[in-house]
Nanobody
Framework: QVQLVESGGGLVQPGGSLRLSCAAS????????MAWFRQAPGKQRELVAH???????KYSSFVEGRFTISRDNAKEITFLQMNSLKPEDTAVYYC???????????????WGQGTQVTVSS
């Protein structure tokens, strides 16, 4: 069974940075588009960014220019570098292994347990 394990969350001040990691238990990275989602209390889970097997990336407008998604296929890890963090970035961040359909990300069945990111002074 595929497992995704996120790490790297924590408490950071506004304007700070964090780097999230998502490690897979099996070799799914070579055939899956990987994505990061986030869910704040009382809100729906939303797509943050995704990266294809050929390293094509796409970002939601609310993180464009601040976050960078990347992947290391050899190590089966997906990263999310988050800079210039804002209080509204506070959420539980999840990684997902999915696919693209007509340029749109399609959620897969594989999710991690999430890692909490809190941006506060």
């Amino acid at each position: 069974q595929v497992q995704l394990v996120e790490s790297g969350g924590g408490l950071v001040q506004p304007g700070g940075s964090l780097r999230l990691s998502c490690a897979a238990s099996e070799s799914i990275f070579k055939r899956k588009t990987m994505a990061w989602f986030r869910q704040a209390p009382g809100k729906q889970r939303e797509l943050v960014a995704h990266i294809t097997t050929t390293d094509t990336t796409k970002y939601s407008s609310f993180v464009e220019g601040r976050f960078t998604i990347s992947r290391d296929n050899a190590k089966e890890i997906t990263f999310l570098q988050m800079n210039s963090l804002k209080p509204e970035d506070t959420a539980v961040y999840y990684c997902n292994a999915g696919s693209l359909s007509r340029g749109l990300y399609v959620r897969g069945n594989y999710w991690g347990q999430g890692t909490q990111v809190t941006v506060s002074s």
